[in-house]
């Protein structure tokens, strides 16, 4: 199950409007009509390599949240666009670094991301 066709279209217009005080309306970001999102999470966003794309999922427990909420969990998951290039450089680097120094540095470098777009 996943969002109507009604509700994502409502979700899509205001993420437009966000992306356009946020500085990413080079960005392309879709409401996905199936949502990826752990029951921890009231949305997620899923950026492709290479590009200003991105998917946002929503989980079936965004709209038992406060107006204020849904906008900081939306605000949240965009803002990880911008740091997108850092994160997936990063990653990449410490790849090179061998097994240890990765998953060290990848699960640093997550909660330095996740801090920075809080």
């Known amino acids: 199950m996943g969002l109507t066709k009604k509700h994502r ?3 899509q217009v205001y993420v ?8 990413l309306l080079d960005w392309r970001i879709i409401v996905e009509e199936e949502f990826d999102v752990d029951d921890s999470n009231a949305a997620s966003i ?4 290479g ?14 949240h406060t107006i204020e909420q ?8 965009l803002l990880h666009c911008h740091l997108n290039r850092i994160k997936v ?8 670094l061998g097994r240890e120094a990765f998953e060290q540095g990848k699960a ?11």
């Open 16 to 23: 437009d409007e966000l992306r356009s005080h946020i500085a």
């Open 108 to 118: 640093q470098l997550i909660d330095e991301v996740e801090y920075a777009v809080d």
């Open 70 to 77: 849904q906008r900081q969990f939306l605000v949240h998951e």
């Open 89 to 96: 450089s990063m990653i990449n680097t410490f790849n090179e």
């Open 9 to 11: 279209t409502k979700i």
């Open 46 to 49: 899923r950026c492709i390599y």
């Open 51 to 64: 590009t200003r794309h991105a998917f946002l999922s929503i989980s079936e427990t965004f709209d038992e």
